[in-house]
C-alpha cells in the first residue's frame, strides 16, 4: 500500500469507510438472499428449483458453483474487513477512555447505536450457526442439501422450538444492528445535510424493518405449520 | 493625609505631527526595521492571548520574530476576549450613509469625552477598514446579506452603521480568527505556546524590560524567562469590583507588577458601567452578565413609586409606577446614553425603590411591546436575550418584567503607553484594554474589539520593530542575572507569605468586601467624602488581609486559591490608586461622574480648563503617596463640547 | 435545599482518585452550579481542607472553560448548556450529585475535576486555520459569501472547545470538534486552498492524540452546550473520502 492509502486506512475516519463499503456490500446480499428466502411461500418444488439455480449461475462461462464461490469469497472478505475495522476501533475506543466513569447516563435513543457490538457478535455467531445448519447441513436434523426445503421445514419444526427462537433473535440483533449501521453508513459516506439525515434514518429504519420482516417471515410460516 | 504628589508632566515624544491623516504612515516609514533574517533571533515575550495578544503573538510570528506567548487559561482560545457580544466598528463606508475615517475618529474622540489623543484615535479609525478584511480572509463569519456581502449595524446610538457582527457571538469569532492564526504559528514553530502560566512579576535590565517571572499553574514551579521585549495584553481590571461582567480570572497583576517596577498607570478611575445586566440573585453571586444593550429599543425601565413596595410587578397599576427615564429624559428616554441610564437606575435604587433581591434592580418591561408588536414579532427580536434570562433567573420576560441592574464593565484606564504602544520602561508595551487606550473617560459600543485588534494586528508590530532594530546589541540576561533572581525571589517570598499567613477568612469573603467598598463609593457616582472614605476602609482591609488571610493548599501544584489570594492582593493596591485617581479629578467626564461637578439638571460637567489631561501615576513604594504626571491633551481637529442628551 | 455530593477527588495525575462524599447546606434554587462548589469551597478552606479543584473562567458560557460530567451528563441534565450556566433550581433538595471529571485519554486529569485539553489546541495546529498572514488580506467584499454558506459556516464555529462531546462519547471521540472546524472553514471560499490539506492533517492530529473513532451515535450532538449538529461529521466524513480519493500525495 502506498503511503496515501495507509494514512486513509490506519485514520478512524478510513476504517470507518471499511465499514460501510463492506456493510453496503452485505446488506445487498441480505436483501437477495431474502427475497430467495420468500420463494419458499411458493412452493417445495420452487424452492428447492431456486437453490439448485444458485449453483448454477454464470454457466456456461462458468462451471458449476464458480459464481457461488466467488460470491463466497467476496462476502468473506467483506466480513473480516468489517470486523476488523469494528475491532480496531473498538480497541481504540477502549483505549481512549482508560478510566470509567463512575456514574453513567447514556443518551436516551441510541439503544441500537450502543449495541452494535454486541449485536454484531450474536450475528457472528449465528452465521457460523446458519452455515453448519442450512449450507453445509452438518447441524440440520435431515441435512439433504438436495432437498433445502424439507431441510428447512424440519429445521423450525414446533419440537425444535430453541431453533427458531435463537434464528429470530439473531434477526432481530440484525435489525438493530442496520438501524443504526445503514443510518452510520450513509453518514460515513458523506450524507450531511439536516434533511437527509432524516431520510437517511427513515430509510435506515426502513431497511432494518424490511429484511426483519422477509427474515421471519419463514422460520414463523413453518412453526405455525403455514409451511408443511 | 497626603495622597499624591505632583511631579513632572509626561510628554508622549513618539507623537507625531503634521497633518493627522498622514502622521501614521509618517511614523511607519520614518522608524527602523529588523532584517528579516535577523528576525527569529529577537525574542518577544507576549502576555495574555485575548484579542490583542493574540492577534500581535500571531503576526509576529508570521513576521519571523522568536515569540513566546503566556496565558493563564487551559489554552490560548479561552481569552475573555470571546464573551464580547455587541460586534466591531469599521469605517469601511459599506452602507454609503456618510460613514469616513474621520468621522469615526470624530465620533470615538467626542464618545471618549475629550479625553483621548487625537493622533491615537485617528490612527485607530484608518487600520480599522484593515481589521476587517484581515477577518474575513482568516474566516471570521460575520453576519451577511442575501447578496453574500457583509451585513452591518448601527450600534450604541451611533447614526451610522459600522458596526460588523457575528450575530451575539463577535468577540468569540473574531478571537478563534486569531487564536486559529496563533496556532498555525505555534504549528510553524515561530510561537512557543505557554498555557496555564501567570505572569507574577516583569523583570527589568538596565532600565528596560527583558523578561517575566511566571509560576506554573499546574506545577507550581516559580521559573523567569527573557526576551528583547515584554508585550503585556492582559487584559482591563473590572474585577477589583468582585462582580463584574469579566470573567473570575481576569486580574490586573500583570500589569500591576509592571506599575511597580515604574511602568505608569492612567486614569485609572475611567471604568464603563454597563446599564443592562442580570442583577445579582443572592449573596452568593459570583459574576455578573451581560445583557444587549438593544433590549432598551422595547422595553420601558420603571420601578415602584412606593418604596419598599412589596407587590408583584403585574399588582402594581400604571399610575403607581414610576417611568424614571422617560419621566426625566423626556426626547431620549428609555434610549439615554450608558452612563446616564446606570446612574438613574443606581439614584432609584438608592431611594430604596429597587426590586428584586436586595433592592438591586429595576424592571425592563415587554408588555407594552408585546401588546403593540404581538409576542412573536418580540420574540423574533429578542428571543435568546429571553432564553438566556431565563436560564439565569427562572423567569420568563414574556410573563414578567425582566429585572436590570448596571454592572462594571470595561477599564478605560491602564498602563500609560506613548504612540508607539511602549509603556515608560523602555522594552515594554501595552496593548488592548490593558494600555489607558484610545477611550478618554469613556469607550463606545463595539470599540473594544476594534482596538484590540487594532493594537494587536497592525500598531504594535509595525511599532516594536523600531524599538528592536534601534536596540539590535541587547546584552543577553540569563536566569542568574542579579535583577531576574532578586525578582523571582521576591515572587517565592510573596507566595510564601501568602500560604504562612493561614488566617481564619477565605480570599473570596475579602474580595467581595473590596468589591463592595469599590462599588459603593467609586462605581456610578463619586463624591470627595465617599472616596477619602474607601480609601480608609480600603487601607484597612488591606491590613486585615495580610494578617488573616486562609490560604489552603500547598505551593507545588494547581492551587486555586493561591491564584486567587495573588491577584486580590494586587487589587487591593489599584483599588486604592483608583479611588486617588478619582478622588484628585474633581470634573466629571465620561464614565467618571463627581457628585460635586453636575449641571443643574444634574449632567456630567467637564472641567476641560483644568482636567484636559491625562493622569499617569508612577508608584513610590507602600509606604509613599504616588507622583501624578499629567499629559497635556491638545485638540486640533475635534473641537471641544459639551456631550448633550437633551 | 441540602444536597450530597459525590466529587472525584485526585490530588494529581499520579493519585488514583476516588469518589469523595460531601454534604453541602442551604443552597439557594438561584445559585449556579459553580456558585453552589464555590459555597464548598469556601467551606472546606474555613475547615482546614483543601477545595476542591474545577475549571472555569467566564461563567457566561462562551469561554468553554468549564468542564463537569454531572450524574453521568456532560455539562449536566439541561440541553444546551455549559456547566457555569447550570441553575441549581434544576434540582431538588435531598439530591444525591455525583461530578466526575471528562474521562478521555487525550485529556489526562491535572487535578480533581481539572483535565488537560491541549489535545485540542493540537488538533486546531494541524489545519483548523486559514493562512492569511496579517497584512495580505483583499477588501473584505472581494468574496461574497450566500448568506446560507455563512449562516452554515458560522453555526460551526460556535463551538467552545469545551470537551464535552468527548466526555460523552462512548468511544472516546473528537469528531464533533474536529468536524466544526473543518464544516466552518470547508463552507468558506477562503478555506477553499487548504481544504483538502486540512481534513487529512487534523483526522490525523485527532487520531495521534488518543481520541477514539467515530461511530455516529450522536451523544456528542445531546449533550453540546452549542448545539453542533452530527451533521458536520458527514461535512467531515464527505471531506475526508473526497481528498483521500483524490490527494495528490
Not at chain 2, 431 to 442: C, I, K, L, P, R
Not at chain 2, 499 to 510: A, M, P
Not at chain 3, 234 to 243: E, H, T, V
Request: a neutral charge.
Amino acid at each position: 500500500m502506498d503511503l496515501a492509502t495507509r494514512r486513509v486506512t490506519r485514520s478512524t475516519v478510513g476504517k470507518k469507510a471499511v465499514m460501510a463499503v463492506t456493510g453496503v456490500a452485505m446488506v445487498l446480499f441480505l436483501l437477495l438472499h431474502m427475497l430467495g428466502n420468500l420463494k419458499i411461500f411458493v412452493g417445495a418444488e420452487d424452492f428447492d428449483h431456486y437453490a439448485h439455480w444458485l449453483r448454477t449461475i454464470g454457466m456456461p462461462v462458468l462451471p458449476e458453483t464458480w459464481f457461488l464461490w466467488i460470491q463466497r469469497v467476496g462476502l468473506l472478505v467483506a466480513v473480516i474487513a468489517h470486523i476488523w475495522s469494528a475491532t480496531s476501533l473498538a480497541l481504540r475506543a477502549r483505549a481512549a477512555r482508560p478510566v470509567k466513569y463512575a456514574h453513567r447516563r447514556p443518551v436516551k435513543g441510541s439503544y441500537a447505536a450502543r449495541t452494535m457490538r454486541w449485536g454484531g457478535v450474536i450475528i457472528v455467531l449465528f452465521v457460523v450457526y446458519h452455515i453448519l445448519d442450512l449450507t453445509t447441513g452438518h447441524l440440520n436434523p435431515v441435512g439433504d442439501r438436495a432437498h433445502p426445503h424439507a431441510n428447512v421445514v424440519a429445521d423450525f419444526a414446533p419440537e425444535r422450538w430453541y431453533v427458531t427462537l435463537f434464528y429470530v433473535l439473531a434477526v432481530v440483533a440484525l435489525a438493530f444492528h442496520l438501524r443504526h449501521g445503514v443510518f452510520s453508513a450513509l453518514r460515513t459516506l458523506g450524507q450531511h445535510t439536516q434533511s437527509g439525515e432524516r431520510r437517511a434514518r427513515f430509510f435506515a429504519l426502513a431497511v432494518a424493518v424490511v429484511i426483519a420482516a422477509g427474515f421471519l417471515s419463514v422460520p414463523i410460516a413453518v412453526t405455525t405449520g403455514v409451511i408443511q | 493625609m497626603t495622597l499624591y504628589v505632583e511631579g513632572d508632566p509626561v510628554a508622549d515624544t513618539k507623537a507625531p505631527d503634521g497633518p493627522i491623516e498622514t502622521r501614521w504612515d509618517r511614523h511607519r516609514f520614518e522608524s527602523k526595521l529588523v532584517n528579516p533574517a535577523n528576525r527569529r533571533k529577537r525574542t518577544i515575550i507576549v502576555v495574555g492571548t485575548g484579542l490583542a495578544g493574540g492577534a500581535a503573538a500571531a503576526t509576529l510570528g508570521e513576521a519571523g520574530y522568536h515569540v513566546k506567548s503566556y496565558c493563564y487559561q487551559d489554552s490560548p482560545r479561552r481569552a475573555h476576549s470571546i464573551a464580547a457580544q455587541g460586534g466591531i466598528n469599521a469605517a469601511k463606508n459599506y452602507r454609503n450613509d456618510g460613514d469616513s475615517i474621520q468621522r469615526l475618529f470624530y465620533d470615538t474622540v467626542k464618545g471618549g469625552d475629550f479625553r483621548s489623543r487625537e493622533s491615537n484615535v485617528y490612527r485607530l479609525a484608518q487600520v480599522s477598514v484593515e481589521i476587517i478584511d484581515q477577518c474575513v480572509a482568516q474566516g471570521v463569519p460575520f453576519a451577511r446579506e442575501y447578496g453574500g456581502l457583509l451585513d452591518n449595524r448601527s450600534f450604541g446610538g451611533a447614526q451610522v452603521s459600522r458596526t460588523f457582527y457575528a450575530r451575539g457571538q463577535t468577540g468569540q469569532q473574531l478571537l478563534l480568527g486569531a487564536y486559529q492564526a496563533l496556532e498555525r504559528q505555534v504549528a510553524a514553530g515561530t510561537v512557543e505556546m505557554h498555557a496555564r502560566h501567570e505572569m507574577l512579576d516583569l523583570i527589568v535590565v538596565d532600565g528596560r524590560a527583558r523578561g517575566i517571572v511566571v509560576r506554573d499553574l499546574v506545577t507550581g514551579e516559580i521559573a523567569t524567562d527573557f526576551a528583547d521585549a515584554v508585550v503585556l495584553a492582559s487584559g482591563g481590571y473590572g474585577n477589583v469590583f468582585f462582580l463584574s461582567t469579566n470573567a473570575k480570572g481576569c486580574n490586573v497583576t500583570a500589569t500591576w507588577r509592571a506599575h511597580r517596577k515604574g511602568a505608569l498607570f492612567a486614569n485609572p478611575c475611567f471604568t464603563q458601567i454597563h446599564p443592562t445586566c442580570i442583577p445579582q440573585s443572592g449573596d452568593h453571586q459570583s459574576k455578573l452578565t451581560l445583557m444587549s444593550e438593544s433590549l432598551r429599543n422595547d422595553g420601558r425601565v420603571w420601578v415602584p413609586k412606593e418604596k419598599g413596595d412589596p407587590r408583584k410587578p403585574g399588582d402594581i397599576p400604571e399610575g403607581e409606577r414610576d417611568y424614571y427615564l422617560e419621566r426625566i429624559y423626556p426626547s431620549f428616554g428609555n434610549l439615554v446614553p450608558r452612563d446616564i441610564a446606570s446612574r438613574a437606575a443606581k439614584n432609584v435604587c438608592d431611594e430604596g425603590r429597587g426590586v428584586g433581591p436586595g433592592g438591586l434592580g429595576v424592571y425592563l418591561d415587554f408588555a407594552d411591546a408585546i401588546e403593540r408588536l404581538g409576542k412573536d414579532a418580540v420574540s423574533a427580536k429578542y428571543g435568546n436575550l429571553f432564553e438566556m434570562y431565563e436560564r439565569i433567573t427562572g423567569e420568563d420576560p414574556n410573563e414578567v418584567p425582566m429585572r436590570i441592574y448596571p454592572a462594571v464593565h470595561y477599564t478605560m484606564g491602564g498602563l500609560w503607553v506613548d504612540y508607539d504602544l511602549q509603556s515608560t520602561i523602555p522594552g515594554l508595551f501595552v496593548t488592548g484594554e490593558a494600555n489607558f487606550s484610545d477611550h478618554g473617560a469613556n469607550r463606545l459600543g463595539a470599540s473594544a474589539l476594534m482596538q484590540g485588534l487594532a493594537d494587536g494586528y497592525f500598531v504594535l508590530p509595525n511599532t516594536i520593530s523600531g524599538y528592536l532594530a534601534e536596540n539590535s546589541k541587547l546584552e543577553p540576561v540569563g536566569a542568574d542575572h542579579p535583577a531576574a533572581v532578586e525578582a523571582r525571589f521576591a515572587v517565592e517570598r510573596r507566595v510564601a507569605r501568602l500560604l504562612n499567613i493561614d488566617g481564619d477568612r477565605t480570599v473570596d469573603s475579602f474580595h467581595r468586601e473590596l468589591g463592595r467598598i469599590m462599588w459603593d463609593y467609586c462605581g456610578m457616582e463619586r463624591t470627595d467624602e465617599g472616596l477619602r472614605k474607601a480609601i480608609e476602609l480600603i487601607r484597612g482591609l488591606r491590613d486585615e488581609f495580610w494578617r488573616r488571610v486562609k490560604v489552603p493548599g500547598s505551593a507545588d501544584d494547581l492551587n486555586q486559591a493561591l491564584e486567587k489570594a495573588g491577584r486580590v492582593a494586587d487589587f487591593f493596591e489599584l483599588a486604592e490608586l483608583m479611588c486617588v485617581d478619582a478622588l484628585h479629578r474633581t470634573e466629571s467626564c465620561g464614565g467618571h461622574f463627581r457628585g460635586e461637578s453636575q449641571t443643574p439638571e444634574g449632567e456630567a460637567l467637564r472641567d476641560d480648563e483644568n482636567f484636559s489631561y491625562v493622569a499617569a501615576w508612577e508608584w513610590s513604594g507602600s509606604e509613599a503617596p504616588p507622583v501624578l504626571h499629567k499629559e497635556e491633551l491638545n485638540f486640533e481637529y475635534v473641537h471641544l463640547s459639551q456631550r448633550s442628551y437633551k | 435545599m441540602n444536597l450530597t455530593l459525590r466529587i472525584w477527588r485526585q490530588t494529581g495525575p499520579a493519585d488514583k482518585g476516588r469518589m469523595v462524599k460531601y454534604r453541602v447546606e442551604d443552597v439557594s434554587p438561584d445559585m449556579s452550579f459553580l456558585e453552589m462548589l464555590d459555597m464548598l469551597n469556601e467551606r472546606l478552606t474555613l475547615d482546614g481542607d483543601e477545595p476542591v479543584a474545577f475549571d472555569h473562567d467566564c461563567r457566561e458560557g462562551i469561554c468553554g472553560m468549564c468542564s463537569l460530567m454531572i450524574n453521568g451528563a456532560a455539562h449536566g441534565p439541561e440541553r444546551a448548556t455549559t456547566t457555569c450556566q447550570l441553575h441549581m433550581r434544576h434540582f431538588a433538595d435531598g439530591d444525591t450529585i455525583d461530578i466526575e471529571p471528562w474521562r478521555a485519554r487525550a485529556f489526562p486529569v491535572v487535578k480533581d475535576l481539572v483535565v488537560d485539553r491541549t489535545a485540542f489546541d493540537k488538533i486546531i495546529q494541524a489545519g483548523g486555520y486559514i493562512s492569511a498572514a496579517t497584512g495580505t488580506a483583499p477588501d473584505a467584499h472581494a468574496a461574497p459569501v450566500p448568506k446560507a454558506d455563512a449562516d452554515a459556516a458560522f453555526e460551526a464555529a460556535t463551538c467552545i472547545g469545551c470537551g464535552a462531546c468527548v466526555a460523552a462519547c462512548p468511544n472516546g471521540s473528537g469528531m464533533l470538534f474536529t468536524a466544526a472546524k473543518v464544516t466552518h472553514l470547508g463552507l468558506l471560499p477562503q478555506g477553499q486552498p487548504e481544504r483538502r490539506e486540512r481534513v487529512l492533517n487534523m483526522v490525523e492530529a485527532h487520531d495521534d492524540a488518543g481520541f477514539g473513532g467515530c461511530t455516529n451515535t450522536g451523544e456528542c450532538t445531546a449533550v453540546c452546550p452549542k448545539g453542533i449538529p452530527l451533521t458536520a461529521i458527514g461535512q467531515l466524513n464527505r471531506d475526508f473520502l473526497k481528498a483521500s480519493t483524490t490527494s495528490a500525495r
